[in-house]
């Protein structure tokens, strides 16, 4: 399998299930967020875990973060840090930007941006358990 670099800004519950997911297939996360108790908690999940601010540039340019196949913008609640965070992956040109949106407007501004891969994780997962409702002997008792 190939071995990845990917970086998981924002370790809430979002962040933590993609970066300990993406850790345990083996490949490479660091993990990324301002709380220091959420960095401290995700060591033992991750490669890494940093503290640092991602709407300061040179916090990001020092993390190198343009190096990583993968960026995942994880901030949920705070629109502008969000939006502000995947701006500044664009602008320092990393490969693969995928960001968490809140709504259908939060998501055209982060496509507008150039985001990826934009995520809507409750709509996204009604669709997933629809499909599986939908599957053959799903509710055959
Ligand atoms: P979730 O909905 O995934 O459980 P949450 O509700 O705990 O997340 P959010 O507001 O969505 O919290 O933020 C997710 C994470 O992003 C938090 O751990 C928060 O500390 C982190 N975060 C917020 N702002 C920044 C920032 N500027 N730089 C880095 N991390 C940040």
């Known amino acids: 399998m190939v071995v990845r670099q990917y970086a998981v800004i924002g370790l809430g519950r979002f962040g933590t299930s993609i970066a300990r997911r993406l850790h345990e297939a083996g490949q490479e996360v660091l993990g990324i967020d ?4 959420r960095v401290n908690d995700a060591e033992q999940y991750v490669t890494e875990a940093v503290i640092a601010d991602a709407t300061e540039k040179k916090s990001l340019v020092s993390l190198e973060v343009d190096t990583f196949d993968c960026v995942i913008v994880a901030i949920g609640d ?9 701006m500044l992956l664009k602008e320092l040109g990393v ?3 995928i960001a968490k949106a809140l709504g259908r407007r939060h998501g055209i501004l982060l496509e507008k941006v150039g985001v990826d891969w934009v995520i809507y994780p409750e709509r996204d997962m009604g669709e997933r358990v629809a499909n599986q409702l939908l599957s053959p002997n799903m509710l055959n008792y």
């Open 95 to 97: 490969k693969k930007t």
């Open 34 to 37: 301002i709380n220091e108790e």
């Open 78 to 86: 705070d629109l502008q840090t969000n939006i502000l965070t995947a």
